[in-house]
């Protein structure tokens, strides 16, 4: 996990908000993949849309 260049000069709260929040993200994340795993083991496929479907979104993404 990459630490903020700034790391050391943080305080014990900022650098404990800091840590708190990434935690929470990869709850997150984790929380998602468990999804999709229990999804796909209950027999039901997972399709993600790659193809971009308004136009305005693919001058976005340019």
Request: proline share 3%.
């Amino acid at each position: 996990m990459r630490m903020p260049k700034n790391w050391n000069k943080l305080t014990l709260n900022e650098q404990e908000s800091w840590l708190v929040k990434k935690y929470q993200e990869m709850l997150t994340e984790v929380d998602s993949v468990t999804k999709m795993l229990a999804k796909i083991r209950g027999g039901q496929r997972i399709k993600i849309a790659d193809e971009i479907s308004r136009p305005d979104e693919a001058i976005l993404k340019a």
